[in-house]
């Protein structure tokens, strides 16, 4: 395992060897960091959270208790995934093929999640691979999101469905004329269809 001494990794975590922690982060009771994973700095991994082999992580990040990210899923900076979360990275899932025999590595290819900086993934809630969560979007708690989210969407429920936008300090953003202005920070967006952009 390569990590900075200032990580702080605890006895009953299980980092793999081939895994790489970035300064500062940490490393919870019970979590388990799996071959070739690449953690960035100052990131907090929670207590039995799993982080498959070839996972890349931002700085920044924080994965809540017990959240599941399966490889090859891809996070960027700032990004928090709520306990209990799972990305997921089968297509066509299943056990054992038709001839009875269980399934193994070569039986099936592996999709990952992709998850833009900023974004927050709410509290048990499944990203099904291969999706693209945007920048700064806020997935609710229990949602299932089956397709790309744009950048500032807030969305909800089985599938997951935009009812919003969310800005930068993750507060739903208020409709002004043609513009939207976050309530917390005064940063106002732009609409255009399916995409929101920062102007100010």
């Not at 929670?46 to 890349?56: N, S």
């Not at 599938?159 to 309530?183: N, T, Y």
Request: proline share 5%; net charge negative; with cysteine.
């Amino acid at each position: 395992m390569s990590a900075a001494e200032s990580a702080v990794i605890q006895a009953t975590a299980d980092v793999d060897d081939r895994a790489d922690i970035g300064e500062r982060s940490r490393v919870w009771h019970l979590a388990q960091v799996r071959e070739g994973a690449r953690i960035g700095a100052d990131c907090n991994i929670g207590r039995g959270a799993y982080i498959g082999p070839d996972v890349v992580l931002g700085d920044n990040c924080k994965l809540q208790n017990y959240a599941l990210v399966y490889e090859p899923a891809r996070l960027g900076n700032g990004v928090f995934i709520g306990p209990a979360a799972v990305l997921t990275n089968d297509e066509f899932p299943r056990a054992a093929n038709p001839d009875g025999s269980l399934k193994s590595a070569d039986d099936w290819h592996a999709v990952g999640v992709t998850i833009e900086d900023g974004a927050s993934i709410g509290a048990r809630a499944v990203c099904i691979a291969p999706v693209t969560i945007g920048a700064w979007a806020l997935v609710a708690a229990g949602a299932v999101v089956t397709k790309d989210i744009p950048a500032h969407a807030l969305v909800v429920g089985v599938p997951a469905r935009r009812i919003g936008w969310v800005g930068r300090v993750g507060r739903p953003l208020v409709q002004d004329g043609d513009e939207w202005v976050c309530p917390e920070s005064g940063e106002r967006y732009r609409q255009d269809g399916e995409t929101l952009s920062l102007i100010g």
